[in-house]
């Protein structure tokens, strides 16, 4: 995280983001491991992934709302090389490296990774864009309702960004000839149903960590004079306000 010292005296020293920040990264090894197994929850017929993908909107919530649009900017950046460095490891020695005559075992990793390269990077293309939406609308909506429901706010940005971040990876999904026509648009309809259900069950301990959060970081960020442009990628301390004008 790029910071200016001078700025700052010592006073955006936070304790609790490094963990928040693992949290969020793991969650897309997660996905991509469990994207072709099946469950069936109630009526519903979903991926594991599925279960998994709220998480992702659960911890940039969290984050964007206690340490601030700027700090979840560059956190989205940090994420892009990542996947693409984790999943192209994972493509290459799955598929580029010889292996043994007498070992039988590679049509299942075939089967649980088929489509991945193709899947995993519309999905990545489809986060970030779902990315920045969800943290831009959590921000400004901060901001005109004075930092209240925040659980409000956080299941409003997440559904549509996790709507629009499903719809380009089910291309991807597509693309790969891993569904039928029929069968992916029955999956986006039955996920989007079940993703909304886990946002709003998500929204009641991301309400209260984020509550504590702000308590023991000392921090509540308002993004006042923030530069929103997604194509920045440095954050600057003199342009945060750090509790909103009427508390101050």
Known sequence: MIVNRSNTSGRYGYNFL??????????????????????????????????IYPLSFFFTDIITEVYGYQVSRQLIWCQIPGTIYYQTILLVSLYGLPIPDNWHYQSAYEYVFHGMGIV?????????????????????????????????????ASILGECIQLFIGLVGVYIAQIWTLEYTIMMYFNVIIFRILMTVFLSAPANLITFFLKRFEHTDIYDYNTNFNPFKFTIKYGDILNKHPDKI
Do not use: C, E, M
């Not at 490094?18 to 897309?28: E, K, M, Q, S």
């Not at 991509?32 to 017929?45: A, D, E, M, R, Y």
């Not at 990315?131 to 409003?156: A, M, P, Q, T, V």
């Open 18 to 51: 490094l963990l928040l920040v693992i949290l969020y990264i793991l969650t897309f090894p997660l996905v991509g491991l469990s994207l072709h197994k099946p469950v069936q929850v109630g009526p519903l017929h979903l991926q594991v992934s599925s279960l």
């Open 120 to 156: 995993g990077y519309f999905g990545d293309f489809g986060l970030v864009i779902a990315f920045f939406l969800n943290n831009y609308l959590i921000s400004k909506w901060k901001i005109l309702l004075k930092g209240r429901y925040f659980w409000l706010r956080s299941i409003g």
